[in-house]
């Protein structure tokens, strides 16, 4: 019988074999790293949220990812839920939802905001279906261009613009784009509620 195999090509040795398939791992990782990292450092980020200040929007220990670069495209909208340095600490992130847009007068009385800007001079009474308190401490503030004016759902165990004061444009990372875990509360936007 025959055999068909040509024993005079010389065969591979193992550490050229592993230099190769090394060769083409780092090239995979660098293309990996290449896609990955402006996505994670310019489009989309996690984070998870810590505390009650939130709820019953978003429950301690979610996960969620969030949009970076719709900021960057365009605005933010009131009832975003946004990600943002804490004014006080800019290495602490807070989620809080977006309630006065630059150039407005927020004025909290006994649970129900009012906000007046130049659409509104008369002021429009903001409709909260998010919330559970119907009563919460409040008072007048005013936002000057890119400023904003940020609650937590949760009004009453929350820091936030009533406590520490307007959140600068520039502080903000971005707004809840997917909740990821628990499983069972997977979503899209999760918690806007755009007016």
């Known amino acids: 019988m025959e055999n068909n195999t040509n024993t005079n090509v010389p065969e591979k040795s193992k550490f050229k074999k592993f230099l190769e398939d090394g060769w083409d791992l780092l090239k995979f990782a660098?293309?990996?790293?290449?896609?990955?990292?402006?996505?994670?450092?310019?489009?989309?980020?996690?984070?998870?949220?810590?505390?009650?200040?939130?709820?019953?929007?978003?429950?301690?220990?979610?996960?969620?990812?969030?949009?970076?670069?719709?900021?960057?495209?365009?605005?933010?909208?009131?009832?975003?839920?946004?990600?943002?340095?804490?004014?006080?600490?800019?290495?602490?992130?807070f989620i809080k939802r977006i309630i006065g847009l630059p150039n407005e007068k927020i004025t909290i009385v006994n649970g129900e905001i009012t906000i007046t800007n130049k659409d509104h001079p008369d002021g429009f009474k903001m409709v909260e279906p998010y919330i559970n308190e119907k009563e919460f401490t409040g008072g007048e503030y005013t936002t000057k261009d890119n400023e904003y004016f940020v609650m937590g759902d949760n009004r009453n165990r929350s820091s936030d613009s009533r406590t520490w004061g307007i959140l600068p444009q520039k502080l903000m990372i971005g707004k809840a784009f997917l909740r990821l875990i628990p499983f069972s509360t997977v979503s899209y936007l999760p918690g806007n509620y755009n007016q």
């Open 30 to 93: 660098i293309i990996a790293l290449a896609v990955v990292i402006p996505i994670r450092m310019w489009i989309a980020q996690p984070f998870v949220v810590s505390g009650e200040s939130m709820y019953p929007t978003f429950d301690n220990g979610q996960y969620l990812i969030v949009d970076e670069i719709s900021y960057i495209l365009g605005s933010a909208h009131r009832g975003d839920v946004v990600i943002f340095r804490y004014p006080g600490d800019t290495k602490r992130f």
